[in-house]
């Protein structure tokens, strides 16, 4: 781990330990005590070495944000895309509705109907980002990881209808190329081959 | 001669008041940057190369910010409060001398607004005229708030008022002056001669007296956000406001010309070091600590405040005062 | 009555019930997928089999009554495992596309998977290419069917269309068209409705909504007197317009049947009406000018009141000829029956074992009626017989006995029938007048209705008798009240009822005849300036949208029918109505001090057989066992007998000739049908193919209907389902119709190609 990847490393729990509080002063003469104590070993002086020595040594943690940016986990959950077929290039959605089922805050709605080859397509998808809470249900019960969630956290907008349509969030086709699979909420471990039993094929 | 003096004391007032309101603007910058440092930050990094023109943007919000008076305000004594504040801590620079003399095309300069006999008790007295400000703005601003603010000045600096008059009755004594050059011209002659090592305990009580007395960290009560939002200047906006911090910045620099003349040889030379840039290090070593002290230390409670005032801080005054007076005496 | 015990629980069943029928009348779950309770047990699925304790192996519980004291287990281990295999054997080449299935959601095959844990497949098959079919208002997918043959029981025993038959084929086993290239049948829908998977589904339907979005709103059908059960499916629009829109029609299938006019014919809701406060004040003005108010019975038991309120108050004329002809007819048959009403009830009529039909064109005047005539004759094969001069194809594989008879001369037919199934003492009743005058030998000749076919008829009855028949039923049509001699038609029906084993039942031609009838005294003349309602007046206010003031349509209000069955059902909103309604109008007269039209609901007049019950109070559901709970059923009152003897019977009127009739095409019952997006259509003459080649047309061509100095220039279009003579609707209401028939519902006309 170097440079920012550092930051993501979540797992500080080993280096817990446990502060040894002393027991509190209860009488005037203990109380006196503790401040001769504590006066005659200069404590506060201890808390002046640490500021200065944590400015001498300059180990400066702060990401500069427009400038620079941390590596965001693939879990993380920012405004929604709808992912087309590498290969093909066709919508994955197939407008089975789960998503808008799910969704607790209600804001999914889907508009769908036959296409002319007499599959099931959604005409229109509309998610209202003033509701969704970006709990990632939707992602997670997509059975075609059609819906997912974008890294795209930096959507700051005029109108609140912004990147709620489908054609704010359907990859278009000239970038189909650059579309990367989704790593995050929902999408099958990378074990998932091994877990499923098959069917038997007559053929 | 007479036309020439004032002529050379407006220059000077004007060097003063501008040089030090800069002053007190870089320090704001200086402080944050020095805390930012300290918590592992880089502090403003935006405004300017390492975010030097910080402080200018802050200058610029500052006057062009709405001047707002709330309705239930007395209006006349809430548009005068922050003057007080910041006339007060400019007059007490009057009597600070403030480097060597030195002389501009045959001109000798004192740099010293006016050299008054009993300079000392001049800059503690218009020092504590501050406390005005902070107490007449509480009480105007018709807030809660503002009020808890203000009586909290009132308790605080009159408090140790009597701790800085304490601490430094002893270095007059042994002086025997008022004036701040004759102190400067006691310790001349090398570190030895610092009045620090004659009076430590009163050194150290007169640099916990300015912490007090310039509302820093860790006695930063009056405005302390957690317990009263803002103090007495909840209420104050744009450059109203401005001029308390300009005045608690300026109020820092007097402390620190203060501690550096009467404890630690003024503006005479160190070694190689001219006393100009004396005197500099010493007042800017005071600044830096007290920004340090505010990046370590957390602040304590009033009634602490109050304890440590009276109960300890005064009663060791008093008894240096009387075992100065005892040695002087054998 | 036989007692025994359901999974320890002692049930007791009724003679002929299965233990299947049983327990799901205590509430005991037994799974089912080829259950359907309206027909008979199909045994395909054997998910039913439960143990009966000292029976070896398992039994089937949906054919199998139970015997006394049987313990029967409905749930075991060994049940559940051989449950299991059956649902893993439907799951066999059954595609999993669940989330585009239409029927994901409210699918047996979805719900039983679950229910057996059916997680993975051991077994498999070689899939068979198996073409999806469009049939018209329906596609058929027999990749997904499971061969339950729900839909073609339910075609053959309820419908009596038998329009699709199974292809056996092993895993190529599908449904397909009985005898024909492509389904040709009544689009009653009702395989859609009883399919347990996606392989039958409407097309209008398909890929626009999921089951779980939609809002289920329980209604009765507004289309035909029958007023069917129903729930309007609605959900928002679309994305851009939140406003609601039925996307489809249900019905508690395993106990009622929806025609296809209900099931298809459900758009008919008058949108964009806004509150016009102009229109609104015309409105007022028009009625305090009006002395005439002429109206259908396309309106609810309440609306209805509310005239009569407007009559009493202000003395209008209430003018709904329909209604009048039908409430003359009853008021007639009252007196000569003693009952202000008719008894049987459509369950009667399933339950009928000999039924005669006269003087309705019974498959599009009222399915319901035809669906229970079906159920009684597959059921417990009773005899069918129809009079009508119009031979109507649909009802062959229905009908026992077809007796054409002349038009206009139901008269003679009717009287032929009270001669044979009434003793003398009814003769006697009828008057000697009208015995003297009855002459079989002339009215046999007259009607064309042989005397060996009467004999006929009599022969079938006494052999019905002595095999134990109990129920029999006279079934009347609209024919008969708008006939010249309706009064005394009524009469002879009202002696049949009261003298024969037979009970008469009285077709209501429209949705709410009957409760009109009641409610409302209608007159027969029409006033100077009339409002009409759904009906060209002087001042229009109309349902449909085309009118001077915008009323609410059928599914947009709540209130309540009187229906066939002498039922008094609730109606809910389906679709929000913005603009105003009667009770305003009622309100702005002084009429009426309510705010709610419903709260009419109670007031309904008692002395009629209506009961003093909250419109919130109606119940309207089907219990586990089938009992309908809808509203109530109105109270048959004694009539006093009339004295007044039967007027003798006349000369019969002569037809001669080019004869049209006068009813709706299949899926037609009015403008309101003909709204719905998916049953429009221009109106046409129907004729059959004899009528065809007699005035040498072909399909398609234009044809000019003159009567009088009335000329209308219509289409021809050949209806396959009608053996004989050609005939018109009144659906739609760009063609006018209604003057070519003043009041009977046939009519000499001449026809000439244009």
Known sequence: ?203 | MESAFVIETIIKILVVLGLFSALAGFATYVERKVLAFMQRRLGPMHVGPWGLLQVLADGIKLFTKEDFIPQGANRIIFMIAPVITAASAFIAMAAIPMFPEFTIGGYTVRPIISDINVGLLFVLGVMAIGLYGPLLAGMASGNKWSLLGAARTAVQFLSYEVVTGLSVLAPVMIVGSLSLIDFNNYQAGGISNWLVWKQPVAFILFLIAGFAETNRTPFDLLEHEAEVISGYATEYSGMRWGMFFIGEYANMFTIGFLASLIFLGGFNDLGFIPGAIAILLKVFFFIFLFIWARASWPHIRPDQLMWLCWKVLMPIAVINVVITGIVMMF | MVKFYIDGKEVVANRGETILQVARREGIYIPTMCYLSKVKPIESCRLCVVEVEGVEGFVLSCQTPATPDARITTDSKELYEHRQNIMKLYDVNHPLECGVCDKSGECDLQNKNLEFRVDSQEFSARDQYRPIQDWNYLQYDPSLCILCEKCVHVCNEVIGDDAIEIEYGGYKSRIIPKDAETLDCTWCGECVAVCPVGAFISKDFKYSANAWELDRIPAACAHCSASCHLYYETKHSSIENPEPKIYRVKNEFEFETLCGAGRFGFDFENREAKKDEEAFKRAIEAFKRADTIKFTSFITNEEALLLQKMKERFGYRLVNDEARAYQRFLENFSQYSGKSLYTPSLYDIEDSDFIILMGSFISSDNPAVRYAMTVSQKRHRSEIVNFHPVEDDLLKPVVTKFVKHEVGSEEAALSMLVDILCDEDAKKRAGKEWLESFDIGYLSAESNIGEEEIEDILKRLKMKKRRGAKRFTLILGEDLYTHPRAENLAKLAGLVDRFSEFDVMLIPPKTNTLGVALICDLDEEEGEFSIGYNQKGDFTLSALGDGDLDMPALNQQEGTFTNIDRRVVPTNVALPYEGYVLNDIAKELGVSDKEYTIEYTKELPKEKGYKEIEFDELDNEFLNDGTEKRGYELEIKKVNLSRKNIEPIEELPEFNGTVIYRCEPVLQFSPFTNKAHQLRTKGKLYASETFLNDLGLKEGDKVNIQKDNITISIEVERDGFIASGAYLGRFDKNIDTESLFKDYRFTEVKIQKV
């Open chain 1, 1 to 203: 781990m170097n440079g920012l990847e550092q930051f993501k490393d979540r797992n500080v729990s080993q280096n817990y330990y446990r502060v040894k509080i002393e027991p509190y002063p209860k009488t005037p003469w203990e109380r006196f005590k503790r401040v001769v104590r504590r006066s005659l070993r200069l404590e506060l002086f201890v808390g002046l070495k640490i500021t200065l020595m944590e400015m001498l040594r300059f180990k400066i943690h702060t990401i500069q944000y427009p400038k620079e940016k941390l590596p965001i986990s693939p879990r993380y959950r920012a405004v929604h895309k709808l992912l087309r077929l590498l290969e093909s290039g066709n919508e994955r959605c197939i407008g089975c509705g789960l998503c808008e089922k799910i969704c607790i805050s209600n804001c999914i709605r889907i508009d769908t109907r036959p296409d002319e080859n007499g599959r099931k397509i959604p005409t229109e998808y509309t998610i209202n980002f003033g509701r969704c809470i970006f709990c990632g249900y939707c992602a997670e019960v997509c059975p075609e990881l059609a819906i997912v969630h974008g890294q795209d956290y930096e959507h700051a907008s005029e109108q609140r209808a912004q990147f709620a349509l489908k054609e704010d969030m359907l990859t278009p086709l000239d970038k189909l190329k650059e579309q990367k699979e989704y790593p995050g909420f929902g999408a099958p471990t990378p074990a998932a081959d091994k877990l499923i039993k098959k069917t038997p094929l007559a053929y």
